[in-house]
């Protein structure tokens, strides 16, 4: 049975797109972090928490209304509920009533708790974006963190290529006699150690790919960009002040202006708990009726319910002055703590403060440390390869042994280790740095 041509097409690019990993930059990461990290949508979640408070902190001044029924069964000495006349009889009746009640006065609570709830709501805003930060700095470094990783599987691969080339020279050699067998030992010893570190280097670079995909919340294998030249050479030409950095990340750092917030509630809630030192004034209305399904006229015909509703149908207005007088010393004791949580909210501010400009400050001065490190480690490398490809040239001319090869090969396995190091460790300062700046 053939296939047309059509369908088999159509099958290829179907195993291609399932077989295909989306490749994903610093921002793409950014982006599905912000949808799906738990830590980021449980403090989204305590955001919206806040907008509630706020919504119940408003509906606080308006009036509550509230109705009732009841209905009872009587049997014995009771009170008829319309005439209030003391009977002996077993009947059913019950009442009817509604009443509404609105705050006038109190101290100015609801307003001062409409305004520290406002505050608050402001704080949880800035804790979600504080959190956010948290999370975007993390997935920053987590990030860097398997580009370094997936570099070193790729130097190591590229190392254990070079060596097998070597391996074979060797063979060659000693074939033609030049050298003994003792060196293909020598060098054999090496490419083994260096296959098992091949698995370990790959080992780790899943690992770190798992922490990324992880903490973004995602299920399925993931793929990253790597770092080009022209964006190193970007990093390399910025240049940072450390003063305007950290007044620039103090203006609008989401944990200071928490903490900020925070302060204002605190304010707000002292006088909330002065206003329990003022008298509280409201005003109530009640509008009622009963009835009692066994009540008769004069003739002995029984009353029905509706004319029963209507002819007990009352109504009573009142305004309730409530000061207090004595309240065990609970008051003056609220009014207190409020005070040393303001205080509190203060040093919070102060504190806050010190460590974002302390840790500010450090991030730029690692910054450049970062990139001077960076640029000298960038040169001893290409010195390293030359290094490296003379004695090669020597080995294959049997002008060295195998050892001093070997030699020289570690030297240039660790100026390439250490060039990897500096050139991550300077991307993901500086992307710290865009990150907080950017907020």
């Not at 305007?244 to 989401?254: C, F, N, R, S």
């Not at 501010?349 to 302390?358: A, G, H, L």
Request: aromatic share 10%; net charge neutral.
């Amino acid at each position: 049975m053939k296939f047309p041509v059509s369908a088999v097409i159509y099958i290829l690019i179907f195993i291609l797109k399932g077989n295909a990993q989306q490749i994903y930059s610093l921002e793409d990461c950014f982006n599905i972090a912000r949808r799906n990290n738990i830590a980021i949508l449980k403090s989204r979640n305590d955001l919206q928490s806040a907008i509630l408070d706020k919504k119940a902190a408003n509906n606080n001044l308006l009036p509550s209304l509230s109705a009732g029924a009841d209905h009872y069964f009587f049997d014995g000495k009771s009170i008829d509920p319309v005439t209030n006349n003391y009977i002996n009889d077993d009947f059913t009746g019950g009442s009817l009533g509604m009443s509404v009640d609105l705050n006038i006065f109190s101290g100015f609570t609801a307003l001062n708790s409409i305004k520290a709830n406002l505050y608050k709501l402001k704080a949880s805003d800035f804790a979600y974006r504080k959190t956010e930060l948290e999370i975007l700095s993390a997935v920053t470094i987590a990030y860097a963190k398997a580009m370094y990783s997936r570099e070193q599987v790729i130097i190591k691969e590229s190392n254990g290529n070079i060596t097998k080339h070597e391996l074979d020279v060797t063979n060659e050699q000693i074939t033609v006699g030049k050298l003994s067998k003792s060196e293909y030992y020598i060098i054999n010893a090496r490419y083994t150690s260096e296959s098992a570190d091949l698995i370990e280097a790959r080992n780790d670079s899943l690992s770190a790919m798992n922490e990324l995909k992880y903490l973004l919340g995602l299920d399925s294998p993931i793929n990253i960009t790597g770092i080009n030249e022209i964006e190193i050479n970007n990093i390399i030409s910025k240049n940072f002040i450390s003063a305007d950095v950290v007044t620039t990340i103090l203006q609008k750092h989401p944990a200071l202006l928490e903490s900020v917030y925070m302060k204002k509630a605190g304010e707000m809630n002292l006088k909330v708990a002065r206003g329990s030192l003022y008298p509280n004034i409201s005003v109530n209305g009640n509008l009622f009726s009963n009835y009692n399904n066994f009540e008769t006229d004069i003739n002995g015909n029984k009353i029905p319910l509706g004319k029963q509703l209507d002819n007990n149908f009352g109504n009573s207005f009142g305004i309730v002055v409530q000061v207090p007088i004595f309240s065990k010393f609970q008051n003056s004791i609220a009014i207190k703590k409020e005070k040393i949580n303001v205080l509190n909210a203060e040093l919070s501010i102060r504190e806050v403060k010190n460590d974002i400009s302390k840790n500010s400050e450090q991030l730029v001065n690692d910054f450049i440390a970062a990139k001077q490190k960076y640029i000298l480690q960038a040169a001893a490398l290409e010195q390293s390869k030359l290094s490296y490809h003379a004695y090669e040239e020597k080995h294959q001319l049997s002008r060295i042994s195998s050892v001093e090869l070997i030699t020289a090969k570690d030297q240039l396995y660790s100026q390439q280790a250490k060039y990897a190091q500096a050139k991550y460790d300077l991307y993901f300062k500086y992307k710290l740095i865009e990150l907080l700046m950017s907020m």
